[in-house]
């Protein structure tokens, strides 16, 4: 079996999709040869059976270069049995009919809130379409499949316990993530004198840096709060050991990855993700809209007692395991992808 997969990098250090590489890893244990076909390739250290081809973004292509050879290679490697495109709809609108005229099964991976008619025009080329949020844009479409978010659960795990004081928010310092309602919250915990430390980690996105700045400076009286950069995925696990409490504010129509890392580290989550409603007491889940609701879910974590966090804790681990391990995931996905194998 011969797996092409098409994502927007391919990078350990990157500091939002260096996962993938853990990915890559696991599937080449499974298909004969994968080859790669990537906007940007960074630093990777991946089986023999995995080639990786860029579009040529860490060189500074112009867009016309992308496609260029995006088409180049797309017929240097028609003899693919299937494509994978994680994330990018892009790729199918460009690409999509030529590999179905070639025989290729097509299956796009999509798990955000808001789509547009490429999106539903990607989804009607591919052959599948798999989500892992019921609240995801491309959920309701005929061809969609719901899949596990893929953890490593033997790189996150636990390491003892750290304090629930100790609140971590990780993830892009973009609006989305609702990074100014999380700090806001902890204002009110420390003009309320509750004793909780929170670490924020991560970067804008390119060109978004003001309102990253405008926020830092916003909130720099804070003497509990430590902004810390965007640091690279295999550096995360000990992140999230280290810290008893993981906040996420991402709307509910996407299934963060970051929080099933977290759960898997053992952390205690307090979340906006309605997917977790059946896992977690009412008082962790709160509205992402409303700093006193994030405050309150905050100040609940460290209010449950040893017994209560540990059950959990491992409650949540258990949740992730069973329902989310990457080994899962790659299980469900070589299913989709070479039906006839299955």
Request: proline letters at 5%; aromatic letters at 8%.
């Amino acid at each position: 079996m011969r797996l092409l997969v098409c994502t927007q990098a391919v990078d350990l250090d990157d500091p939002v999709l260096g996962f993938f590489h853990r990915w890559l890893e696991e599937f080449a244990d499974h298909v004969e040869r994968i080859e790669v076909l990537c906007l940007k390739k960074g630093r990777y250290a991946l089986p023999r059976n995995v080639h990786i081809h860029s579009l040529g973004k860490e060189d500074g292509a112009s867009r016309g270069a992308y496609v260029a050879r995006l088409y180049r290679h797309v017929f240097a490697l028609r003899g693919c049995d299937a494509v994978f495109v994680h994330m990018n709809e892009e790729y199918i609108l460009l690409a999509g009919l030529l590999w179905r005229l070639f025989g290729t099964r097509v299956v796009l991976w999509r798990n955000h809130a808001v789509g547009t008619w490429r999106t539903s025009l990607a989804g009607k080329i591919a052959h599948v379409v798999c989500y892992t949020s019921p609240l995801a844009y491309v959920a309701n479409f005929k061809n969609a499949v719901r899949m596990p978010i893929g953890i490593d659960t033997h790189t996150f795990a636990p390491m003892g316990e750290a304090p629930l004081e100790r609140v971590l928010f990780l993830g892009r310092l973009d609006e989305v993530k609702r990074p100014d309602i999380f700090l806001t919250a902890i204002e009110k915990l420390s003009k309320s004198h509750a004793e909780v430390r929170a670490d924020v980690y991560g970067d804008p996105t390119p060109g978004r840096k003001a309102y990253a700045d405008e926020l830092k400076k916003r909130f720099a009286p804070l003497s509990n709060v430590a902004f810390r950069g965007a640091v690279s995925n295999d550096t995360t696990p000990a992140i999230y050991q280290s810290h008893g409490t993981y906040v996420n504010l991402t709307p509910s129509g996407s299934f963060d990855k970051t929080i099933g890392e977290a759960a898997a580290c053992g952390c205690i989550l307090v979340v906006a993700n309605e997917a977790l409603r059946d896992v977690l007491p009412t008082q962790l889940l709160v509205n992402a809209d409303s700093p006193d609701s994030v405050a309150k879910g905050i100040k609940a974590a460290p209010a449950l007692s040893e017994g209560e966090r540990r059950a959990l804790s491992e409650r949540l681990q258990a949740y992730v395991r069973d329902n989310h391990s990457l080994e899962l995931l790659r299980a469900r996905l070589l299913k989709v992808l070479y039906p006839s194998f299955s």
